[in-house]
């Protein structure tokens, strides 16, 4: 049988790895040694899953939408990832991460954001713990993202701005990743996704497990069988999507559809579609599919999402990809602003920019009544009414 799990230096296949300045060997290092050992202790898991329930108030509800469903002629599932404390399924991941950087003695924390969920999130477990924390987000998203901004700050996280490049995701983790190199003793870098170099791809992958782990046990209350047709999770990084997927890819019966951030087109100048564009490369540490120039610079990505707005993604959904065991597809701006809308007018649930794309291939598939399709509902959308706004009649 085909192993989805990775090798013990970090590879999916020939995806991820730990491609890593020699300043930062010793913060990596330490965490390829330690890691496994600590997050499957029963004290660790112990510890863990009471936060969960009583501090992030998991699991969060399986919703039967009757509306969507009768939309779609299929049976339409909404995993309400956007109920968890601090509106998304980051929280899931920063609470893990946050109990690891204590048991490893670390004094701060440091994090990229681009949406600002997981700077939030980030902020909300530094505040629980009494860790202080520096969150790095550029420039662009603290414009769109300014709500959760103001929260991060209110947490009493140090919001730092990155100023070069696009100003967006890539360039706050280029920032964060400075930070570390400066910093290698006492600091603990949380990365938000399933990017990064080996553990953070495996690890990230670990605590956002939760989402299916739910789904199943979920699923099997109300339809009596564990296993969904289909999962659709948006894809930037990729840490809800993996969340999503983790305990259905093995099962070979449930279809896996990631979907990317189209922007304004594949094929405009203007888009985040990974998987339909790039290249294999190294990008933030691990080798993964990234959009390139033909002489191996980075193109600038653009999605209307802040948290799509990444030009790689994570190397266990290159390898998900690569086997077939994943379909990835992509979606436009404009199409995302019509699904949130949809949810929004249909079910009084207003999503991220983020899940909007998730919802957003439902009219593009071919579904039959009997269907079984849970979306992964990532996140909430308050953080997205400006932009909301600039595109609805009020």
Known sequence: MQSFNPTEAGFYGEFGGAFVPEMLFPNVDELQREYRSIIHSDSFQEEFRALLKDYVGRPTPLFYSANLSSEFNAQIYLKREDLNHTGAHKINNTVGQILLAKRLNKKHIIAETGAGQHGVATATACALMGIGCTIFMGEVDIERQMPNVERMKLLGAKVVPATS???????????????????????????????????????????????????????????????????????????????????????????????????????????????????????????????????????????????????????????????????????????????????????????????????????KMKLRKDDVVVVNLSGRGDKDMMTYKKHFEL
């Open 165 to 363: 490049g696009s100003r967006t995701l890539k360039d706050a983790t280029n920032e964060a990743i400075r930070e570390w190199i400066n910093n290698p003793v006492d600091t603990h870098y949380i990365i938000g996704s399933v990017v990064g170099p080996h553990p953070y791809p495996d690890m990230v992958s670990k605590f956002q497990s939760v989402i299916s782990e739910e789904i199943k046990a979920q699923l099997k209350e109300k339809t009596g069988s564990s296993e969904p047709d289909y999962i659709l999770a948006c894809l930037g990084g990729g840490s809800n999507a993996i969340g999503a997927f983790y305990h259905f890819i093995d099962n070979g019966k449930t279809k896996l559809i990631a979907v990317e951030a189209g922007g304004e087109g594949v094929h405009s100048g203007r888009t985040a579609a990974t998987i339909a564009l790039g290249r294999k490369g190294i990008i933030h540490g691990s080798k993964t599919y990234l959009i390139q120039t033909d002489d191996g610079q980075i193109t600038e990505p653009h999605s209307i999402s802040a948290g799509l707005d990444y030009p790689g993604i994570g190397p266990v959904h290159a390898y998900l990809h690569d086997t077939g065991r994943a379909q990835v597809v992509s979606v436009t701006d404009a199409e995302a602003l019509d699904a949130a809308f949809q949810l929004s007018r249909k079910d009084g649930i207003i999503p991220a920019l983020e899940s909007a794309h998730a919802l957003a291939y439902l009219p």
